[in-house]
């Protein structure tokens, strides 16, 4: 079965991030398996083979087709001839490790690539509980390698926190380069690391991607030994993961947004897989398209009357502040025009307020006679002089 793969999401396990080689993975290899991934991911449980054609993985990668049709078949080919280490960290406990090719074979014929996975390839890259929402778009900008290898483990790390920045572990300089850039055996110093293998990665990420980063590192004997990543989300973060549900062009295509949006809504990880055996749930008769729209559209209508309730109250403490800062110029424009009045007048209005306010108020006449220069007496005394001020039409 033959599916076209647009610029959405594909969700690439951490097994498959955090990956050894035999060899260091090009940025065309790299770019090249998440599409193909994107491509499978829905059929990985129950087709051995998936296909796609030429013109549509070139396309998805922003290539010409004709002019790139040898570099394709050349970096499929290395994909199936390069051996792979998988979830080589451990991080996700619930994935064996695994050492196989990323494609088990490969074929092209009138245009069209047909490929496969090994099995126990198959169950590692479907329903994982932990990975990454990739960008395709963003995946087809990378220029460098490092950049892509390092950007896919990032987003790992940002795609498993619930928060807007978060930290990765430590990870030692010969783990970084070995485990999260593939690279083979380098022999550089640190200064030539950190500006080629982080510096310059860091960079890219930054400027094309949707979340910033920077490095910090850590040294024992005078000597940097580890490394890790601060992660923090741009704005475009989330509306890059939305862009994976397609707008709805016909009835079909309308069931398929509601199933996705109820699998956003209900699944704990992996809402692609879940969306599927909802799917599966519906052609078997054990659920029904019509129960998942109305549990769609009462959440969604909560969703609206809690995004009111937020907007007015939102509304009213901009009213508050609008009138707060309004009272505020009255009061300045009240006190200019008060040191506006004749000096002859200002002080007869002055000892007029401070007697009245002395004889009306026990604790006012206690704090002038101790400090007549305290905050308290001189604010006492302005307001009063404001409003009396008012009364006798001087101001």
């Given at each position: 079965?033959?599916?076209?793969?647009?610029?959405?999401?594909?969700?690439?396990?951490?097994?498959?991030?955090?990956?050894?080689?035999s060899r260091t993975l090009t940025l065309n290899e790299r770019q090249i398996s998440s599409v193909l991934l994107k491509n499978a991911y829905k059929n990985l449980p129950n087709e051995e083979s998936h296909s796609i054609s030429i013109i549509d993985l070139a396309s998805s990668l922003g290539w010409d087709s004709k002019k790139n049709y040898n570099k394709i078949k050349s970096a499929i080919k290395k994909l199936v001839d390069t051996t792979l280490e998988f979830n080589c960290f451990?991080?996700?406990?619930?994935?064996?490790?695994?050492?196989?090719?990323?494609?088990?074979?490969?074929?092209?014929?009138?245009?069209?690539c047909t490929y496969s996975y090994f099995l126990g390839l198959r169950n590692l890259l479907y329903e994982p509980k932990i990975y990454a929402r990739l960008n395709l778009l963003v995946s087809s900008k990378f220029k460098s390698k490092?950049?892509?290898?390092?950007?896919?483990?990032?987003?790992?790390?940002?795609?498993?926190?619930?928060?807007?920045?978060?930290?990765?572990?430590?990870?030692?300089?010969?783990?970084?380069?070995?485990?999260?850039?593939?690279?083979?055996r380098l022999k550089a110093d640190f200064k030539d690391i950190?500006?080629?293998?982080?510096?310059?990665?860091?960079?890219?990420?930054?400027?094309?991607?949707?979340?910033?980063?920077?490095?910090?590192?850590?040294?024992?004997?005078?000597?940097?030994?580890?490394?890790?990543?601060?992660?923090e989300k741009k704005n475009s973060f989330q509306e890059s993961n939305a862009k994976d549900f397609p707008l709805p062009t016909n009835k079909e295509d309308e069931n398929d947004v509601y199933i996705r949006e109820f699998?956003?809504?209900?699944?704990?990880?992996?809402p692609d897989g879940y969306a599927y055996r909802i799917k599966e749930k519906?052609?078997?008769?054990?659920?029904?398209?019509?129960?998942?729209?109305?549990?769609?559209d009462e959440c969604k209508e909560k969703e609206r009357i809690e995004k009111?309730?937020?907007?007015?109250?939102?509304?009213?403490?901009?009213?508050?502040?609008?009138?707060?800062?309004?009272?505020?110029k009255e009061h300045e424009a009240q006190i200019e025009k008060l040191n506006g009045i004749e000096k002859e007048k200002y002080d007869a209005l002055e000892s007029q307020v401070v007697k009245k306010l002395t004889n009306s108020n026990s604790y006012f006449g206690a704090s002038y006679d101790k400090d007549k220069n305290s905050t308290f007496v001189l604010k006492m005394i302005e307001s009063e002089m404001i409003n009396q001020a008012i009364k006798e039409y001087l101001i």
């Open positions: 079965m033959m599916n076209v793969p647009n610029k959405g999401i594909v969700i690439k396990t951490t097994g498959a991030i955090h990956m050894t080689a451990g991080k996700d406990k619930s994935s064996d490790w695994m050492i196989c090719s990323l494609l088990s074979g490969a074929k092209f014929k009138n245009g069209i490092y950049s892509i290898a390092l950007w896919e483990f990032l987003m790992e790390c940002i795609c498993s926190s619930k928060e807007s920045n978060c930290y990765t572990n430590w990870i030692s300089i010969d783990e970084y380069l070995k485990k999260i850039l593939c690279v083979e950190n500006r080629r293998n982080i510096g310059l990665p860091v960079k890219e990420i930054n400027e094309i991607s949707e979340i910033n980063t920077s490095p910090e590192f850590k040294k024992e004997n005078k000597k940097v030994t580890h490394v890790r990543f601060l992660i699998a956003k809504m209900n699944a704990k990880s992996n519906i052609k078997s008769g054990e659920s029904s398209i019509d129960s998942i729209k109305k549990a769609v009111n309730k937020i907007q007015k109250e939102e509304e009213l403490k901009k009213e508050e502040e609008e009138k707060r800062k309004t009272k505020i």
